[in-house]
């Protein structure tokens, strides 16, 4: 079993967070960070070319952090790949000892380093999700059996400050029928927001890991506010960093405010640091 599976089951209050392989082979930072964290984090997804930007393939990444004690999530993406590499990755990353996955659908192509690259989006995030499940039931997704199957704890992403609410919920629940029962937010900034999220989904028995991501300049909020759907930054949060003599204190202040405001609603964080890793460890001893 998924010790994060087996936590989550138990009513721990969990904590995950996020690792981004390197553009290269050389390993030691994405291993060094794993080690500076391991004894705050419960386990650690690693992106599969994130914002479609080439990087280390996040599976050789999580079987790294296997061999150092420390529990990944594999991310999983219909960007690049058919369902047949799909399921043989699934099936390959079971055989290396890895028992989380998240399955999303990707950034675009064009959105990063290779721009003229082919997208794939050969199956919804749905249909992943479901040959996960049936992998989990020894078959595949053609309902072919097989040999031996896998036993994933499966989870996906969800946008509780999506425009359309109801239309995300109604896909969240889809993706419950499909065999996810875990989920990780996009960043939360409105606890009061979050709430009605929650309360929109109290009839299924899922875990919510809600992210938190923390607010590194006015920049990057303003950015955020513009270009990435969901979220929305207070202005009294952008003005108390733009006021702060200390950007990183405030910043690692806010997020545990927010922590505290909307952990008693959810089962875990997801602290998503984007380069800021370091700072992880000084947001949890606020709380």
């Known amino acids: 079993m998924s010790s994060l599976a087996d936590k989550l089951r138990s009513g721990q209050f969990v904590i995950t967070s996020e690792l981004s392989p390197p553009k290269g082979t ?13 004894g705050h984090i419960d386990a650690f997804n690693l992106t599969d070319s994130a914002a479609s930007k080439m990087s280390l393939s996040p599976l050789a990444a999580a079987s790294l952090l296997l061999k150092h004690g420390v529990e990944p999530i594999l991310q999983m993406t219909t960007r690049d790949r058919n369902r047949i590499a799909l399921q043989g990755d699934m099936l390959g990353a079971w055989v290396l000892g890895v028992k989380n996955l998240v399955c999303m659908g990707g950034d675009p192509p064009h959105l990063g380093d290779h721009p003229d690259a082919k997208p794939v989006f050969d199956l919804s995030t749905e249909e992943l999700i479901l040959a996960a499940h049936k992998l989990n ?9 097989l040999n031996k199957s896998c036993d994933f ?21 889809s993706k419950v029928e499909a065999g996810a029962r875990f989920f990780q937010t996009q ?8 709430a009605t999220f929650m309360a929109g989904i109290s009839h299924l028995d899922i875990a919510i890991l809600a992210g938190v991501l923390p607010i590194k300049s006015v920049a990057m909020a303003t950015y955020m506010n513009d270009k990435i759907p969901g979220i929305c930054i207070p202005d009294a949060l952008i003005e108390r960093v733009a006021g702060a003599t200390d950007i990183v204190a405030e910043s690692t202040t806010i997020a545990a405010e927010i922590i505290r405001a909307i952990s008693p609603m959810c089962q875990g964080i997801h602290l998503m640091a984007l ?12 709380l």
């Open 275 to 286: 380069g800021g890793e370091k700072h992880i460890p000084a947001i949890l001893e606020q």
């Open 137 to 145: 039931n020894g078959t595949d997704l053609m309902d072919n059996p």
């Open 187 to 194: 960043a939360i900034y409105d606890a009061d927001g979050f």
């Open 26 to 38: 050389d390993t030691s930072a994405l291993e060094a960070t794993a080690a500076l964290l391991s």
């Open 153 to 173: 704890h499966i989870g996906a992403v969800v946008n509780p400050g999506a425009d359309d609410l109801g239309k995300e919920i109604a896909r969240l629940e």
